[in-house]
């Protein structure tokens, strides 16, 4: 199913409606209503086209200047087309409806890619109307999680890559070691089978790459996959585990714990009016780190003479 028969297979039926009941609008135009061309409308004789409606919301998608004209016309009531699916669904079909210049199309697309985070950027591109490369900018800026797989135009669902989904889910499972199966799965964008594999790869104290695709890792993620064993290893030292310091030290390291592509993610959201800040903080972080790295290398050597 594509992304235009998404919404299109949603029911819609026409009814009159009192304008007093119809609840502000949710249309992708930021531009507000043309008082002039809502007036020319109104002097049409014609009856007025209707205005699509969501029906759990009673919010305009797309029709503000038609209903203006009725306010001027005088009309008490509206002819409607009600649109029974979701409001975010409702807000695909509106960004399909109406006419949107390219700023508010790549406004859209920001919140399609937050709405549909799983959708590949070909199928946000063709309900939103833009390029492919388009969406994968709105993508980049958007602070939204970035599941392992995505939809394609096609329906079907595809991984973003396998190492990915194996690393997202090592990560679940050292933090949150009570999940099921089913939630790492699901939040790592991976089989069940796979996240059986990973648990029990963790468990063992193994890569939860695996060899098999461990040719498939770039150095930088062979680097922080090496990293994840490590810090898996101390957080089953029991030195560590059973000391308060020690569970405090591996927390934060867990927190700082990222690979890469999510600290590129970080970097892209920071506005640039807080760049210098962010920065300033972030490397007096990074030193406070090498102090530390430092202090515990200093201890190590002086109690091995």
């Not at 199309?105 to 799983?118: N, Q």
């Not at 958007?142 to 392992?148: D, N």
């Amino acid at each position: 199913m594509t992304a235009q028969q998404d919404v299109g297979a949603q029911p819609r039926e026409r009814t009159r409606v009192p304008i007093a009941e119809l609840r502000g609008s949710d249309s992708p135009r930021h531009g507000g209503v043309d008082e002039e061309f809502a007036r020319r409308v109104a002097e049409q004789p014609d009856p007025l086209p209707p205005i699509l409606v969501c029906r759990s919301t009673m919010a305009v998608l797309d029709g503000r200047h038609r209903l203006r004209a009725a306010e001027l016309r005088g009309e008490d009531s509206v002819e409607v087309e009600l649109f029974h699916g979701d409001p975010d669904s409702g807000f695909l079909l509106a960004v399909r409806r109406n006419t949107l210049s390219t700023v508010d199309r790549k406004a859209a697309a920001v919140r399609l890619v937050s709405t549909y985070p799983e959708w590949s950027d070909r199928r946000i591109a063709a309900a939103a109307g833009l390029s492919p490369k388009t969406i994968a900018a709105a993508r980049a800026a958007a602070p939204v999680p970035r599941p392992g797989s995505r939809m394609g135009l096609d329906g079907r669902v595809r991984p973003l890559d396998r190492v990915t989904g194996r690393l997202r889910a090592a990560e679940l499972l050292a933090s949150a070691p009570g999940s099921s199966l089913r939630e790492v799965a699901a939040a790592a964008g991976i089989s069940i089978g796979t996240a059986k594999d990973v648990r029990e790869r963790v468990r063992l104290g193994q890569n939860p790459v695996g060899p098999r695709h461990r040719e498939e890792e770039p150095a930088a993620v062979q680097g922080f996959t090496d990293s994840l064993d490590l810090l898996n290893n101390l957080r089953r030292d029991p030195s560590l585990r059973c000391s308060e310091v020690g569970r405090g030290v591996l927390r934060l390291l867990g927190a700082h714990f990222l690979d890469r592509r999510e600290w590129e993610r970080f970097a892209e959201a920071v506005p640039r009016h807080c760049a210098r800040g962010m920065a300033q903080i972030a490397r007096q972080c990074a030193e406070a780190w090498n102090d530390f790295a430092d202090q515990v290398e200093r201890r190590a050597a002086r109690e091995r003479r």
